[in-house]
């Protein structure tokens, strides 16, 4: 793992390839709806309902909020070999948000002002990797799961975890990246547009013949936040649009580098 830091903190290119990808949002559930999107792309309204997610246990689902069924909607639909019930169970997780669900924190930190007890499960529920335990519990995995937050960085920083774990041995791993617009009280300090998403990626090693990707850091001659019309997309669907739309380079200043995306092949 620790070379794989050291390569990017160097800027040499971390190599990857995307061995299958999913992706949910308001209007958007089928593959072809979200490659006909990253033509035009346009920030996805809200949903106007949940997904459905069938495949999991009935018990564990009424538990989840919204932000966990979209984010479990892409993981489950990006098993591999397109197994529900596998499910992608076995496979190293990363489970990237860089807000995770802040709604449900200020109505925590409103009952501990006005003097009422918490809610062991919206306790529970609130904790950054909440979301991907419940995945693991449901599928009874006890495959590597990690919780990642990461500022404006929050994508890179999953890829770097995941290229780590590749790495380390792991044949694929699995990325689901999510977020949701902040609650009220955050609004403010808001640095970006924002929507209620996920998608999730399944990443391996490149393979002879097959296009692949490359992420490294970067100076930041030329980054820039989002390209001038992609200013009203959060980062994490910008990346996802690059991907989707063939795009040969995606440059982006975060909150602590400046990034290089790039697709091979």
């Known amino acids: 793992m620790s070379g794989n830091i050291r390569a990017a903190e160097h800027g040499v290119a971390l190599a990857f390839g995307i061995r299958?990808?999913?992706?949910?949002?308001?209007?958007?559930?089928?593959p072809d709806?979200?490659?006909a999107w990253s033509t035009a792309p346009q920030l996805p309204a809200a949903p106007a309902e949940p997904p459905a997610l069938p495949q999991m246990a009935a018990m564990l689902r009424r538990r989840l909020p919204l932000l966990g069924r979209v984010a479990l909607a892409s993981a489950y639909a990006c098993a591999p070999g397109g197994s529900v019930a596998a499910a992608g169970a076995g496979i190293p997780a990363i489970f990237a948000?860089?807000?995770?669900?802040t709604g449900r924190l200020v109505t925590m930190l409103t009952e501990l002002a006005a003097g009422e007890a918490l809610s062991p499960?919206?306790?529970?529920?609130?904790?950054?990797?909440?979301?991907?335990a419940v995945r693991s519990i449901d599928l009874a995995d006890t495959a590597n799961l990690q919780a990642l937050s990461a500022g404006r960085d929050t994508v890179e920083t999953a890829v770097l975890e995941a290229c780590s774990l590749l790495a380390d041995g792991a044949d694929e791993v699995m990325l689901v990246?999510?977020?949701e617009p902040v609650a009220a009280p955050y609004a403010?300090?808001?640095?970006?547009p924002a929507c209620l998403y996920?998608?999730?990626?399944?990443?391996?090693a490149p393979r002879a013949g097959e296009p692949y990707y490359t992420l490294a850091l970067a100076d930041d001659a030329g980054a820039t936040d989002a390209a001038p019309h992609l200013q009203h997309l959060p980062h994490g669907l910008d990346v996802l649009r690059f991907m989707l739309a063939g795009d040969a380079q995606l440059r982006y200043r975060g909150e602590h580098a400046c990034w290089r995306w790039q697709r091979h092949g």
């Open 20 to 30: 299958a990808w999913s992706a949910w949002a308001g209007g958007l559930h089928a």
């Open 33 to 35: 709806d979200w490659r």
């Open 97 to 101: 948000s860089r807000h995770g669900d």
């Open 121 to 132: 499960t919206a306790f529970g529920l609130s904790v950054h990797n909440a979301i991907g």
């Open 177 to 179: 990246h999510y977020d």
């Open 188 to 192: 403010p300090f808001a640095d970006e």
């Open 198 to 204: 996920s998608w999730c990626w399944r990443l391996g």
